[in-house]
């Protein structure tokens, strides 16, 4: 069993910055590709950056430019610095985690971008 535990979420006034964390604990083999998703109300859950093992990247086109992503390896954890933020990033923000053919999601973090 593996258990995903994110942190870092909060109220923000737009241009500042948040750093989420998420952290992977269990049964844990191997991690492939890490990410994150959001979901605003309304609208469908997307993709806003992953990672591979490897350490290869992809981003949102609404976050390039302003958001990163990284993650620790030794400690099974994926970061997102997310900078110059705007209220349209206004979400649930969740980790995204592949085990081998297995896909983990944590538990959501809300973001608010206001002032």
């Known amino acids: 069993q593996v258990q995903l535990v994110e942190s870092g979420g909060g109220l923000v006034q737009p241009g500042g910055s948040l750093r989420l964390s998420c952290a992977a604990s269990g049964s844990i083999f191997r991690i492939n590709d890490m990410g994150w998703y959001r979901q605003a109300p309304g609208k469908q859950r997307e993709l806003v950056a992953a990672i591979t093992s490897g350490g290869s990247t992809k981003f949102a086109d609404s976050v390039k430019g302003r958001f990163t992503i990284s993650r620790d390896n030794a400690k099974n954890t994926v970061y997102l610095q997310m900078n110059s933020l705007k209220p349209e990033d206004t979400a649930v923000y969740y980790c995204?985690?592949?085990?081998?053919?297995?896909?983990?999601w944590g538990q959501g973090t809300q973001v608010t971008v206001s002032s």
């Open positions: 995204n985690v592949f085990i081998l053919r297995s896909e983990y």
